[in-house]
């Protein structure tokens, strides 16, 4: 399961700084691409079964998905590519290319202060 590993990698990163903020993390925050995806539910779930016992236990897991990107060929625009509507955001043409899809990143991960 893709979200076990996700979730097993973000339990060791949170930890290795937890171990060097000498205070607890309550929050978390991640972001993802579309393509990249993965499911909110089944990672929170995978989290907080792996982090019971460990100072990691009980953090809030907040998951952003970054929108996929397109590269217009006609007028040169990048915009968020929304599939409900394939077409440039500028100038409406359906010729673009989609660029890489966002990787999955840790941005940051609040502690506990005072
Ligand atoms: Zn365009």
Known sequence: MHEM?????L????SAET???KS???RAKISCG???AINDELLVEAFSAISKGTRCEGIK???EHKPMRGLCKKCGLEFEVDFSKCYCAGCDSTDFELLEDAPLILEEIE???G
């Open 34 to 36: 579309i393509l990249n």
């Open 11 to 14: 339990l060791a990163t949170i």
């Open 5 to 9: 590993s996700v979730a097993q990698n």
């Open 19 to 21: 171990a060097k903020q």
């Open 111 to 113: 502690f506990e202060t």
């Open 24 to 26: 607890k993390p309550i």
């Open 61 to 63: 897991l907040e998951i």
